[in-house]
């Protein structure tokens, strides 16, 4: 079965820009998971997403923010982008078990 | 108390060896402990977990040791080899399985040929 997927790859945005990540994810998968990964701070949860609902959310400003649709696929965007944005956002979803399933990632560089 | 500590950031082992990769956690409420392995360019990908029921786990070369009462749980890689070479994260995760997952920060594997 088809993994999770997230688009697009790479972006290059200038400060002050915001962006739309998406994700899409495993046929079934009801929860979709955001996390921010940097070579300092790990891997630091975003939100989480449940049936169009949030279900968690993580410390980080309300610059970023995020939905979930109808058919499970998220976004998530981050309004008036700063320099320490730049990372790699992770997109995770998960079933009926404990584990999650991420995808390859969306690497942000801010400018 | 929703962190979990993760050693040491680097790592590098012979072909052949042991590598083996430390995590300490604060809170009791944690019920499941997965390790995850991230290679260049991928997203983590799920390795092994343990519930806090069982002191040990093995899956190949792969064993997770769980010491319920230090709050203390490891990665243990026999026979390692040039292909282990990621960035493995050790997680906790609460009672529900709902809960979000804490990660740890990360340790960069290398195993030298």
């Known amino acids: 079965k088809a993994g999770v997927t997230q688009t697009p790859r790479y972006l290059i945005k200038t400060r002050g820009q915001q962006v739309t990540l998406s994700c899409s994810p495993i046929?079934?998968?009801?929860?979709v998971s955001w996390y921010q990964q940097t070579p300092g701070q790990g891997l630091q949860f975003l939100f989480e997403?449940?049936?169009?609902?949030?279900?968690n959310k993580g410390n980080f400003p309300g610059r970023f923010s995020g939905r979930q649709f109808s058919n499970s696929r998220s976004e998530m965007n981050v309004s008036t982008l700063e320099l320490g944005d730049s990372a790699l956002y992770l997109c995770?979803?998960?079933?009926?078990?404990?584990?999650?399933?991420f995808g390859s990632g969306t690497r942000l560089t801010v400018v | 108390q929703q962190q979990v500590k993760q050693s040491p950031q680097s790592l590098i082992v012979q072909k052949g060896g042991i590598s083996i990769i430390n995590c300490a956690y604060e809170?009791?409420?944690?019920?499941?402990f997965p390790w995850y392995q991230q290679f260049p360019g991928k997203g983590p990908a799920l390795l092994i977990a343990?519930?806090?029921?069982?002191s040990e786990k093995k899956e190949g070369r792969f064993t997770i040791s769980f010491n319920k009462s230090a709050k203390q749980f490891s990665l243990h890689i026999m026979d390692s080899q040039p292909g282990d070479s990621a960035t493995y994260f050790c997680?906790?995760?609460?009672?529900?399985?709902?809960?979000?997952?804490?990660f740890g920060k990360g340790t960069r594997l290398h195993i030298l040929p």
């Open positions: 995770a979803s998960r079933g009926g078990d404990y584990g999650y399933t």
């Open positions: 046929s079934g998968h009801r929860s």
């Open positions: 997403y449940f049936s169009e609902t949030q279900r």
């Open positions: 809170n009791t409420a944690f019920d499941y």
């Open positions: 343990i519930r806090p029921d069982v």
């Open positions: 997680a906790a995760s609460g009672p529900l399985r709902d809960d979000k997952i804490i």
